[in-house]
């Protein structure tokens, strides 16, 4: 049994984790104490406009993805000879998209 750094409460860690700090309540606490001595250690590497700037890098990506998905399903409905308009499906296809994460997206689709 380990004592949480956090709660001082005794807990079972799983095998895995080599050197438990939190119980699984802490977690989320855990986490954000790493992220914030990450961002004291690493300020000059920490930078806002660089992390908007990935965020609009990311959005664009995803939306070339649902364009290019747009794209294959008029050109399969045209080979079946079939016709309706994806104009508002590429919206919503984006969004999924967005929800879905970026990570998820490229196991998906290679861009």
């Known amino acids: 049994m380990?004592?949480?750094?956090?709660?001082?409460?005794?807990f079972h860690s799983r095998p895995?984790?080599?050197?438990?700090?939190?119980?699984?309540?802490?977690?989320?606490?855990?986490?954000?104490e790493n992220e914030k001595a990450?961002?004291?250690k690493n300020k000059s590497r920490f930078d806002?406009?660089?992390a908007k700037g990935q965020k609009q890098?990311?959005?664009?990506?995803?939306?070339?993805v649902a364009?290019?998905?747009t794209s294959n399903l008029q050109v399969g409905a045209r080979?079946?000879?079939?016709?309706?308009?994806l104009d508002e499906m590429k919206e919503a296809l984006f969004q999924f998209l967005h929800y879905l994460?970026?990570?998820?997206?490229?196991?998906?689709?290679?861009?």
């Not at 984790?17 to 855990?30: I, T």
């Not at 890098?57 to 070339?64: A, F, G, I, P, S």
């Open 2 to 10: 380990h004592c949480c750094e956090f709660c001082n409460a005794m």
């Open 16 to 32: 895995q984790v080599k050197r438990p700090r939190a119980c699984q309540k802490c977690q989320a606490k855990r986490q954000y």
């Open 38 to 40: 990450w961002r004291i």
């Open 48 to 50: 806002r406009a660089y």
């Open 57 to 64: 890098q990311r959005r664009k990506t995803l939306r070339e």
């Open 67 to 69: 364009a290019a998905i």
């Open 79 to 85: 080979f079946n000879g079939k016709s309706f308009p």
């Open 101 to 111: 994460g970026l990570r998820r997206v490229n196991k998906l689709w290679a861009v």
